[in-house]
């Protein structure tokens, strides 16, 4: 668990830090909240104080004051920019976006920032045009220059009540966002691609032949390589799931459909994760229109659909990286292992879908991690906790990710 700073700049939004330190409280990490007077406005220290259970700095002027166990929160800034491992400021006003872009110290806050050598997001939040006027763009350009992060905004409804880029992502998107980069950057300059969901292999116009997969951890993979820094494109099944933030994200129905869209970008790939439930067979004929229910009663003849992952390990290079998955009933090591030589894969994330919490549609799930070197057997976790143990994991593969640069 980490000792996070949440800077909070003077917008409307600020209304959803509130959430935000919270959220991230609730997970087990100590959060320390640094308003500017102008968040101050919107949303007082003691609310912050109270959801997080730590003290709340905020003018450069006030007088030092004391934590519970006696440290001498005096000359804030430099404390809390030692105590802290990383920071995010949500929201990032178009003011505080200028003020440190140019170095200025004028608050708490800017001076804070200045002052701490970790990483740090922005989730910038104001009117679409001020975020579109060229002195802003040229902060955010000169910003990321220096390492910073952006997450977001979004376009959405605005407190002006117009439309437009300038929103906030919400509490939950930067509470998973801010954990996924505490991961590090080790995939900075990787491209990696993953499938996700299930396949849909129609035979009328309303009718098809499907499986549970609800995409989450194919989803969850995706917005955890993004966390580290790569370059990620989603192929995903048809999902309930929204885009994950940073991702580029095509959306497919059928398993040839996504074997296109894998082989025409595979060439290009680092890392390849097939988290997809794809239909193993399809139907050999497809029959316009709906075929009434009175004449359903024949024998759906089945043709076997391409292997993806099967083909990309054909078409292996050295130095990429193939990561399966295998779904069994109970735990067999020696599937797994049949399918690493198979599939030419360096990883199988073997992964039991009788019990409970575990596999298709459920949150968590418990996993060994199968590879020339051997298997690791994780706990149950999180999909989002596994999707970082799959990379964790795959940094240790002969031609895996090395530590990345940036904040
Ligand atoms: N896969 C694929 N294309 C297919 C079938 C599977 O890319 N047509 C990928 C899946 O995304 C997954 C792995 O291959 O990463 C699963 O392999 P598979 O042989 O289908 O194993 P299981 O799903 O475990 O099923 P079984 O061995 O029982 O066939």
Not at 154 to 174: I, K, T
Not at 235 to 259: F, K, N, W
Not at 378 to 383: A, E, F, G, I, V
């Amino acid at each position: 668990m980490a000792r996070l700073v949440l800077g909070v700049g003077g917008g409307i939004a600020a209304f959803k830090s509130a959430h935000l330190a919270s959220l991230l409280r609730k997970r087990g990490h100590r959060v320390r909240v640094i308003l500017t007077p102008a968040a101050a406005q919107f949303v007082t220290p003691l609310t912050f104080e109270s959801l997080t259970g730590e003290p709340v700095y905020g003018d450069l002027w006030d007088p030092p004051r004391y934590g519970d166990d006696g440290e001498i929160l005096g000359e804030a800034h430099i404390h809390l920019a030692r105590w802290g491992e990383a920071a995010l400021v949500a929201p990032a006003t178009a003011d505080l976006l200028g003020q440190l872009a140019s170095g200025q110290a004028r608050d708490g806050l800017t001076t804070f920032l200045l002052a701490f050598g970790g990483p740090v997001l922005l989730a910038p939040a104001m009117h679409h045009r001020m975020w579109a006027h060229p002195a802003v763009q040229e902060s955010v350009a000169r910003l990321q220059r220096f390492g910073y992060r952006f997450l977001g905004p979004v376009a959405g409804s605005l407190a002006s009540g117009e439309e437009g880029w300038g929103r906030m992502l919400e509490a939950q998107e930067l509470a998973d966002l801010f954990e996924d980069h505490l991961h590090g950057r080790d995939l900075q300059g990787k491209r990696v691609l993953v499938t996700a969901g299930p396949t849909q292999e129609p035979f009328d116009a309303v009718r098809h032949i499907s499986n549970p997969s609800s995409g989450k951890m194919g989803y969850a993979l995706a917005q955890a390589a993004f966390g580290r820094g790569a370059q990620v494109v989603l192929i995903s099944g048809p999902t309930c799931l929204p885009d994950p933030y940073g991702v580029e994200v095509h959306r497919v129905q059928r398993a040839e459909e996504m074997y296109q869209e894998v082989a025409r970008r595979f060439p290009e790939v680092d890392i390849l994760v097939a988290a997809a439930a794809v239909a193993d067979h399809r139907p050999k004929e497809f029959h316009e229109g709906k075929i009434r229910k009175e004449d359903l009663l024949f024998q759906l003849e089945l043709e076997p659909n391409p292997d993806i992952l099967k083909e990309m390990g054909r078409r292996k290079k050295k130095g990429q990286i193939l990561i399966g998955f295998a779904a069994e009933w109970g735990m067999d090591e020696g599937s797994a292992r049949k399918k690493l030589l198979e599939k030419r894969l360096d990883m199988v994330v073997l992964n039991d879908v009788s019990g409970p919490g575990e596999g298709f549609r459920a949150d968590t799930n418990r996993a060994f991690l199968v590879t020339a070197q051997g298997v690791q057997e994780l706990p149950l976790l999180s999909k989002r906790e596994l999707a970082h143990r799959i990379f964790d994991a795959a940094k240790d593969l002969p031609g895996g990710g090395r530590p990345g640069g940036g904040r």
